[in-house]
């Protein structure tokens, strides 16, 4: 079956740059999108079709894919933004999530 | 406003049946596909399944065939998720979500959850 191997965690300091990963095979001649999740909190969709915003979604938020690799980055990090966060693709007629990755500001 | 209203939290006895229900308000029901994903506590997202209820097209997860039952009702823009012989590894958190498209579509909309225990 189809997976998606995301980091358990990545910490990044305020106001920098954070990366977080999502690898599958040929996962860039699919479309991915990541989803962020506070405690608590329904996910939230942050990133659709590789690299849109929905609505309402910061613009330090960007999305790409390519190769094997999807990749969420969050631009000057804000404390708010610490949350775990998943990707998601579709294999054939099946949802692949990945495991999530914690993201913690500090 | 797009709305996904699940019904409340369930405390059940394992072998016991179960439907939980997601009522979309603020636009057309039989237009998108309603899925269901699961999260056990403390662990990530799992999807379940999806049905399109303007021709209740249901499709399912492998690991979730046979164990769950998805429906939808039209005339009432109801979604279900039923399960008719419930186990303690059943205890989780349950999410109904809107598609656009299958495959490739993005879950635009979130319910709010339903906590569903299971415990003797």
């Known amino acids: 079956s189809y997976e998606l191997t995301q980091p358990p965690s990545v910490s990044v300091s305020p106001g920098q740059t954070a990366s977080i990963t999502c690898s599958g095979d040929k996962l860039g001649d699919k479309y991915a999108c990541w989803y962020q999740q506070k405690p608590g909190q329904s996910p939230v969709l942050v990133i659709y079709?590789?690299?849109k915003r929905p609505s309402g979604i910061p613009e330090r938020f960007s999305g790409s894919n390519s190769g094997n690799t999807a990749t969420l980055t969050i631009s000057g990090t804000q404390a708010m933004d610490e949350a775990d966060y998943y990707c998601q693709a579709w294999d054939t007629s099946t949802v692949v999530f990945g495991a999530g990755t914690k993201l913690t500001v500090l | 406003e797009v709305q996904l209203v699940q019904s409340g939290a369930e405390v059940k006895k394992p072998g016991e049946s179960l439907k939980i229900s997601c009522k979309d308000s603020g636009y057309s029901f039989t237009s998108y596909w309603i899925g269901w994903v699961r999260q056990m506590p403390g662990k990530g997202l799992e999807w379940m399944g999806i049905i399109y209820p303007g021709d209740s097209d249901t499709r399912y997860s492998p690991s979730f065939q046979g164990q769950v039952t998805i429906s939808a009702d039209k005339s009432i823009s109801t979604a279900y998720l039923q399960w008719s012989s419930l186990k303690a590894s059943d205890t989780a958190m349950y999410y109904c979500?809107?598609?656009?498209?299958?495959?490739?579509?993005?879950?635009?909309?979130w319910g709010q959850g339903t906590l569903v225990t299971v415990s003797s």
């Open positions: 079709q590789d690299n």
């Open positions: 979500v809107r598609t656009t498209t299958v495959p490739g579509g993005y879950f635009d909309y």
